[in-house]
């Protein structure tokens, strides 16, 4: 019987010690490298007719706000952003697209948007197009 208790209480310990290790992990969060913001360069100057944009959690909303008076970035401009590595999209009242930052910094975007966006392995995104459908109306599948 005491073999058996001495198995149980080694094997709550080593739960605990397992626990313990796991718990101060995740308190540590996530690695330096998820946290580091990297400068990106949004330059929307090319669109034609001039409008605002935004990044979702990142840059003001263009949504339900007064145009004489709200925050958002204007394409007259281009602007730097500080952004962590991941999952982005940039939107403007006409288009919107995925884009991401890797861990060193740089741009992914997909392929088909080469017609109308360019930065992709950069720092600068540069948008040329102004309509959602930039291709004969026909939408791309660049959302995964």
Known sequence: MQTVQRYMMGCLAGGLLSSATLLSAIAAGPPAAYTQEHVITID??????????Y????????????????????????????????????????????????LEGKLDIAQSLDQCVEGRGTQTLTIRCSRTYPHGGQRDNYYP
């Open 44 to 53: 929307a100057t090319k669109i034609n007719p001039q409008t605002w944009w």
């Open 55 to 102: 990044v979702p959690g990142v840059t003001p909303l263009i949504q339900a706000s007064d145009p004489e008076s709200m925050d958002a970035h204007r394409t007259t401009e281009s602007r730097a952003l500080k952004l962590k590595p991941g999952k982005y999209k940039f939107i403007s009242f006409t288009f919107d697209f995925p884009f991401a930052v890797n």
